[in-house]
């Protein structure tokens, strides 16, 4: 119903920002790097979805049709609302994703997108097949490398919602060690 949005950002919440168009201020619900990128007065264009509910119409954008297409595989696993959707995207990159659930690594899952053991069976029961050209061996060393880096800031008495982010902005392929370190830079200048 509603594809896309653009107008100028005039409000930032914590999971939301509001985005006037001709005059009405429309409610967008979006991740911390989509809200990131949208400054307060500044322009922006999402890409959007439209939940309807019986007591709540609610719109989730997003920055790319890349993203968006990501969210709506994973609202489609029985169990996964639009803000449990929207919070599995939040915490890693959606190729990272992708190749967790193409390589049925639910540890990683659990480990890094913060979501329960069941939960991401399931998403990788019925998203699996969907994905699996995202799969393989490296794949699998890649998930492993990002989940013991996860561990080890975790371990230096970071919270595992700051671990994810600052792993966020790190390249996947650096060996576990490098990406810590890269990290604990990021972390350090904040």
Known sequence: MI?????????????????DVGGVGYKIFCTADTQGRAALGGAASLFTYLSVREDALDLYGFSTQEELDFFELLISVSGIGPKGALGILGVTTIETLKKAIATGDTSYLTKVSGIGRKTAEKIVLELRDKLSAHGGKDARAALGSESDAVEALKSLGYSAQEARDALRDIDPSLPTNTKVKSALRLLAGK
């Open 3 to 19: 594809s896309r949005i653009s107008g100028k950002v005039i409000a930032v919440g914590e999971k939301h920002v509001v985005i």
